[in-house]
């Protein structure tokens, strides 16, 4: 028996059944399970979109939580604390961008942000292989251009291959001073660190100035976005404008290279 990241036990003969309805949506929620409705403001948010976001929140409710990559309790609160918290983020991050998600999990924030603004080139990186396999099947059932590579933000074939991001999210992965650490040699230089953050955001601010200094990023501040039903969403947002010597590798691939692994 494992756990997942959430701290749920697994058990090797778990078993998630896709169905579907009589409108033809994929649901990948196990069998019997209820999966809780869309809030109104969920079309404001992902508009045409709103039943892919449906289908997502349906894996989420059942394989998301029969494979422990979500906790049994969070059913109920799939919108608001975890799928819409997460989209909100979009209001940190600029038209066009690619964005790379840190041990992205069960697809959070990625997902959710790919979903709102197709206009986003999105790349998840997760290293254990359950919670990778679980991504690719999500993506391929919902029909999103998203990329899904397996590793960890430090490794150096993943800084290589994804260096020279626009912005680099995170969502409950990490310390903001690791998170910092992990995030800076895959941003390229004006490039954006947006981790979602909980309410001690402004104590990780201050307490880890120091580090994002020495790291190269500036103007770190905490802003408090909102989506409709949603939990408010507090980014930690900072600046990569300096270089420390060592701490990033050279020969990345480009923003023009990242961009020829495709647009939605």
């Known amino acids: 028996m494992s756990a997942g990241k959430d701290g749920i036990p697994m ?3 778990s078993r998630t059944e896709t169905t579907r309805d009589a409108s033809g949506t994929t649901r990948g929620e196990a069998s019997g399970l209820e999966v809780p409705p869309a809030p109104a403001g969920a079309r404001e ?5 709103l039943g892919v976001a449906e289908r ?3 894996w989420l409710a059942g394989a998301g939580i029969e494979r422990g990559l979500m906790g049994p309790r969070e059913r109920p609160r799939l919108w ?10 979009r209001a940190g991050i600029g038209d ?3 964005v790379v998600d840190i041990g992205s999990g069960a697809g959070l924030p990625g997902i959710p942000l790919a979903l709102a603004r197709p206009d986003l080139i999105v790349t998840l990186v997760e290293p254990l292989l359950r919670r990778v396999t679980f991504l690719e099947e999500v993506i391929a059932d919902l029909g999103l251009e998203v ?4 590793g960890r933000a ?3 074939a993943v800084r290589a291959d994804l260096g020279g991001a626009d912005v680099v999210t995170s969502r409950a992965v990490a310390p903001l001073e690791r998170l910092a650490g992990w995030s800076a040699p ?5 490039g954006r660190m947006v981790a979602l953050k909980g309410i001690s955001a402004e104590q990780e601010v201050a307490r880890d100035s120091a580090t994002l200094t020495r790291l190269g990023f500036t103007d770190a501040r905490v802003e408090v976005v909102t989506a409709p039903d949603a939990e408010e969403t507090r980014l930690v947002i900072a600046t990569l404008t300096g270089v420390r010597s060592g701490d990033r590798m050279g020969g990345r691939g480009s923003r023009t290279g990242s961009r020829r692994r495709g647009r939605r």
């Open 45 to 49: 948010v992902f508009g045409e979109r």
């Open 154 to 156: 430090e490794e150096k």
């Open 186 to 190: 895959l941003l390229r230089e004006g």
């Open 11 to 13: 058990t090797e003969d």
């Open 56 to 58: 997502y929140v349906g």
């Open 80 to 89: 608001d604390r975890h799928v819409l918290n997460c989209a909100a983020a």
């Open 96 to 98: 066009g961008e690619t």
């Open 147 to 150: 990329r899904v590579v397996r």
